[in-house]
């Protein structure tokens, strides 16, 4: 039986090169509305999503998260903050970004999480007041290059899941 959820959660790679194409409207909405979607602890939603299109603005951003410079070349980028009063805010939005990452691999858009956190010049850039904390910069666009699906080097499930107790593991 053919899973397209588990498929994506499957071949989903990380991504750091993007063709030079936009994303369509209709599919930058649903990614978008993918992390709006998303569950949060007592429905808070303690988020909120700055989308960034404009080319200057994903080359500044680009220039912001110090590990993330490729940003500068994504058709799309997602500024993703939360709530600082919520206790559970990292925890929501972490959610938020890989339900708006699992989709926009469905539509063949690729991303990967940039910074964690600590990012006051990417919210000031766009205009976040102060009670957000921007935990990451998600860019998105369309790979540069084909990739293999669902190639990805692991620890055999045995060392990382157990069954009833730990030290019993887990098998398929």
């Known amino acids: 039986m053919s899973n397209p959820v588990f498929e994506a959660v499957r071949t989903v790679l990380a991504v750091r090169e993007y063709q030079d194409k936009p994303i369509p409207e ?64 990292i925890s929501d939005v972490s959610r938020a970004i890989q339900s708006m990452i699992l989709v926009g ?18 919210r000031n850039m766009v205009g976040l007041p102060d009670m957000y904390e921007v935990l990451a910069v998600v860019p998105f666009g369309y790979p540069r290059r084909k990739i293999g699906l669902g190639k990805k080097k692991r620890k055999p499930l045995a060392e990382v899941a157990s069954r009833e107790r730990y030290g019993t593991p887990f098998k398929l």
Not at 105 to 122: H, I, K, L, P, Q
């Open 26 to 89: 209709d599919v930058l909405g649903r990614i978008v509305e993918a992390g709006h979607l998303s569950a949060s602890a007592g429905n808070a939603q303690p988020w909120h999503f700055v989308v960034v299109t404009d080319r200057a603005g994903l080359r500044e951003l680009g220039g912001l998260v110090a590990h993330g410079p490729y940003v500068a070349g994504a058709a799309a980028a997602l500024v993703v903050a939360y709530e600082k009063a919520n206790a559970l805010g």
């Open 105 to 122: 691999w469905g539509e063949g858009v690729a991303s990967n999480w940039t910074g964690f956190g600590r990012m006051d010049g990417v």
